[in-house]
Nanobody, 112 residues
């Protein structure tokens, strides 16, 4: 079955960086657009970034544009989210997504 496993979250100070990873299994990874969503406390999940199957196209939410970079390594069935210049308002649970499939999420906390 489809599995998406996120890692790389944690506690970081404002201005710091984190690199999230999502390793996928159970489907042909290189055939699918992959997404990173985030969910703030008490709010619905929002799309942070997406990347096309071969990594040629990507886009970002305005709130993360210029600070986050999505990438993928199809040889490793892994999608990444490099997050730089983190702000307290980036604190959320970050989820890897493909269609109706979701990972369990990884907590990112930005705090001094």
């Amino acid at each position: 079955q489809v599995q998406l496993v996120e890692s790389g979250g944690g506690l970081v100070q404002p201005g710091g960086s984190l690199n999230l990873s999502c390793t996928a299994s159970g489907f042909i990874f290189s055939s699918y657009t992959m997404n990173w969503y985030r969910q703030f406390p008490g709010k619905e999940r929002e799309l942070a970034a997406w990347i096309s199957p071969l990594g040629r196209h990507m886009d970002y939410a305005d709130s993360v544009k210029g600070r986050f970079t999505i990438s993928r390594d199809n040889s490793k069935n892994t999608v990444y989210l490099q997050m730089n210049s983190l702000k307290s308002e980036d604190t959320a649970v970050y989820y890897c997504n493909r269609g109706a499939n979701w990972g369990r999420g990884t907590q990112v906390t930005v705090s001094s």
